[in-house]
């Protein structure tokens, strides 16, 4: 059987002739430059490939209590791969030794400023994880195949700073993923076809 890196890097490069898929709803003009970041996309190597997400804690000042991938702001001198490996080992203890990167996909833009790289990597599965306290809850996985499947991938709206937000919503048991941890999934579910 060919191996899920392998299989990984093979169906991202069948996709990069597709064009880019913008980010949310956010209108750019006359704001401030978007900060660069990066998040970990971390993909599990078993028969049926999960990928690790962390639910934020509540006392965080921005998106406190939300899921998210690992990840943030790169620091000066870094590029995406090492900004989302060094915030991945932060964050849940995850060793940048043990991330095979497979690439990075289209950076996507959020309301709040930032360009966000999300960085695809595969890890060995069980890795003994470790929250930080002050910036996440918990970590869990959600099967590959359930992010990337669009009928899980329900539209939703709400209002924000007296306008409609339009974004998409993914219930996995007791979690809901939305923002843009969700929309960097739709852009990757239409980058990727899985199973490749």
Known sequence: M???ADRLAAALTRAAGSPPIAGDDQDPSGMDPLSAAAVLVAITDRAEPGVLL???T???????GQVAFPGGRLDPGEDAVAAALREAEEEIALPRA???VIGTVDPYRTGT???VTPVIGVIPPDLPLVTSEAEVASVFEVPLAFLLDAA???????MFEGRERRYVEMLWNDRRIWGATAGMIVNLS????WPA
């Open 2 to 4: 060919v191996p899920l």
């Open 54 to 56: 962390t639910q934020r």
């Open 58 to 64: 509540e006392t965080l000042r921005h998106h406190p």
């Open 98 to 100: 043990a991330v095979t």
């Open 113 to 115: 400023g930032f360009s």
């Open 152 to 158: 899980n991938h329900r539209p939703a709206a709400a």
């Open 190 to 193: 239409r980058r990727l076809r």
